[in-house]
């Protein structure tokens, strides 16, 4: 009996995480233009079919892609640096400062976007590619800041420390000990950057009218505004890309792994 | 160039190299409470009315409050079994962090939506709590999963070997020894969705007070920037107050643990 009880409720638990995402895939397949699960006779692809024919949405994309390799880059180039202090250096302020990086995502995204709104307002940056970014930058540095710092972290600086015995200046040996060891480590964090600006949505909704738009802001719109399964058929495809990285990452990962092992059965 | 000809770079203090990401967070983090105060805060001594009653204002606040408490231990409550199978099954622990990923690189409002349309009957408190439970899932799932990394497999396979059940060491190990990160992860459940304002906008179907959509209705609705920066200080000052806490007591729980830990 007790173990029926665990099993229902794990069952309800994983039902609870499920269930929206399979709703999602099921509104997105409805013919009908307004949103609701489809019948046999009602299911399709249309929306599919009219998401890649969009001129709009090919807009967006252009308009979100943009937006990512600017962002992600220069918030790997900001928080890198950052990452390395906060791990090396210890103390208060060195603390209070990491601290300090992380806030805006401690700060709830509709005050942060608030903030934003009414500063590029001010600056005349309101609804401007540039505007956009810099509203991103908010949402994307501290999170790629936190990922590098836990993977710096991980590692060991004996070559920063040789480096430094061996007479290179503290900033020649942290920048190399960063770009040559940790290459891939950035590659992976501007990657992960690039997600999460491509998903941002409240700041660039409250930081933009017309003339960027971006995806899911594009999306939000279809959904909220014109109620149709759109931003739906977008989700599923924006999903299957995500496991289609998902899966690259693991395989690649896998090979590497077993490219390795083989390396050291080999030698020994 | 030095006395041997090589060429030197000038000499920065390495401590420097933190200051422009701590200077354009200070930025972001200042920009809303600073443009509050300048907009809205001029007349300190006589501050405007907020056009609500003393009881409209303690039912928003309490609102505020006991809605994202609730939200952030149900999604302890949903990822707590799931995480602790996928601890013992791999196959599972795949699909679960699969799903996690999805859901953790899917912005929020879609799946507000979702909720908005999956169950159009459900409007009011208990939707708007299952929906910020849902949301906050993949973070108190992370937040879990890292207290459970820390778990050392040998207490655990010794446990096993010995004729431990899985549900045994589920409630005499696992649990007491991440417990520290439960606390954590309701901290964070809570200081996020403080900030939810689709949720109670659009799950809550307008039953639901809260102080994030009293901040988007003044300032796009009625237009009114101060009573927006009095709303923007109280949640931007609760965040603040919630993420100390939260440092706080993940040290104290984490020391006062780690000694009582086999």
Known sequence: ???????????????????????????????????????????????????????????????????????????????????????????ILVSALSSLIISPLVIPPIVLATGLFLFLDRLSLFDTFLGVVIAHQAAVAPVVFLLLRSRFRAETMFLYDTARLLGASPSRAATTWIVNSHGGTLVAAAAIGILFSFNEAILTIYVTDTNVPTLTKQAFSGIARDITPLGFAFLVVWWIVLLSILLMWVSRFSFITQHLNKGVTHGG | MDGDGQVTSPRIPTILWIAPAAGLATCYALAPVLLALSTGFQNWEHPKPLGLTQVDLANLIWDSFWIPCLSSLLAIAITLPLNLISFFCVPFRKLWFTVLMLVLFTNPIFFVFVWAFLWPWTKGSVAVICAAGYILTPLAALVTESGL???????????????????????????????????????????????????PLYVGGGRVRSATVWIDRSLNQLGDSEMAGYFILIITGLAVLGMLLAGGIHRILDSSTAEQRP
């Open chain 1, 1 to 91: 009996m007790k173990r029926f009880l665990i099993n229902t409720a794990i069952f309800i638990a994983f039902l609870f995480v499920l269930t929206p995402l399979i709703g999602v895939v099921l509104f997105s397949l409805s013919s009908t233009r307004a949103v609701g699960f489809p019948s046999l006779s009602t299911l399709s692809l249309r929306w599919f079919v009219e998401l890649m024919s969009s001129p709009e949405w090919a807009r967006a994309l252009i308009s979100s892609g943009l937006i990512a390799i600017v962002v992600s880059p220069v918030s790997v180039c900001i928080a890198a640096p950052a990452a390395f202090v906060s791990i090396r250096q210890r103390g």
């Open chain 2, 149 to 199: 990394r820390s778990v050392p497999m040998t207490i655990v396979n010794l446990s096993r070997v010995s004729g431990a059940s899985p549900a045994n060491v589920c409630r005499d190990l696992l649990i007491p020894w991440i417990w520290p990160q439960f606390v954590v992860a309701w901290l964070l459940g809570f200081m996020s969705a403080l900030g939810f304002f689709l949720v």
